[in-house]
């Protein structure tokens, strides 16, 4: 349907009241609900911190590391610098307690969390394991948007422990943005009215779609914020950025038409893990491999998903990112041939260097199962098919940081439709 228009009865793009849920410095959350000694506490969770280890990376801090310059993607030596490890130094209130990913618990408390937002949307999308966008628009009015948002931060906290930030706004991202704005343990509520006025002194890096690149583009331009933004002129940006100029303009003035819409089927799974730097013992990358092929296999099993074509994804350094596939005659749900088949891609690289393993599952068809299923929490790692069905091609990169150090253990975030 065109913009502007509206179905007689269907309310307007105003008129829709969403949520945005992302979950306060999430990993570390998860790790203070099974030790609550940690509550309060300076902690560190990433990759590479068993005793010993000087390599890897943070996957996140708590706020009370974030004090002392803790962040998702600093290198393992950095945040020591800063934050030494408490065990070593017991007296010293400057250390923190460094904790290793554990992928699988922090997606079973993603997936309690999800439970309760089923069943306070209207819509539920969910983008990562730990943010997910609601409409509720028939299940609260602006009047009272706030106290529905409490509500939903409270529920989280109550049934399943850990801290929520939650934006409510008229569009998605609006949404996004009041969430963030308030962290920690925040709710921002940002009705109709208040957009423009909300937006305006924001920097223009925080409009969703404008990245680092196009903020220094715009800086040039003399537009920093979004207010500057709204009120350029939408042809300079068009001669400027293209159609992306226009979009920049209307987002800035707090106009988004995405609908908060499920996700679709995926069209692949996949998950990958990076090594601590690169390694050369094959066997150790096989064995990684297999236990990527098992969680692959039982993410197709739980989303009801068989597939065609099996692959895998190996990283050589510098950071060439070669793929290979087989594709199957007939389409399987088969736990030990996505075992074999990647073990079978994966000899060509025994005696390459190799910092980081994947395994994926593509050409995907799905028995009768409920949509709801399929819309999972644990999103994490599914891929846009490859036009070509899994032949050797390049994959999209799904990633959103650039620092490959940074991508952490089976962290593979889908943010394709975020960035
Ligand atoms: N993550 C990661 N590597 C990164 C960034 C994030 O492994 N470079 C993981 C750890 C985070 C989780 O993803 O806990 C969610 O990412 P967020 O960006 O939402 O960060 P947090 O939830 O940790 O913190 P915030 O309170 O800012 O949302
Ligand atoms: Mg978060």
Known sequence: MPRGETLPGAPTEEERIVLHVDMDCFYASCERLREPTLRGEPVVVGMGYEAGEQTGAVATASYEARDHGVESAMGISSALDRLPRREENPNDPETA??????????????????EILTELADT????????AYLDVTERTAWEVAEGFGRHVKQRIAREVGVPASVGVAPNMSTAKIASDHDKPDGLVVVSPDEVADFLAPLPVGDIHGIGPVTADELTSMGIETAGDLAAADPAELRAKFGERGEEFHRRALGDDPRQVEPRGKPKSLSRESAFDGAVEDFD??????????????????RRGALYRTIGVKVVTPPYDVNTRAKTLPGPVDEPDLVESVAHDLLEEFDGERIRKVGVRVANLSFSDRDQADLDSWDGGGEEEATATGGRDTEPKETDRYTNDQARLFEYDPDRTDED
């Not at 990358?285 to 993410?299: C, S, Y």
């Open 97 to 114: 307690w460094y904790r290793p990913v554990d992928m699988d618990f922090y997606e079973a408390v993603s997936e309690q969390v999800r």
């Open 124 to 131: 539920l999308r969910v983008v990562s394991i730990d943010e």
């Open 284 to 301: 150790l990358v096989v064995e990684r491999a297999t236990g990527l092929a098992g969680a692959v296999a039982q993410r197709a099993k």
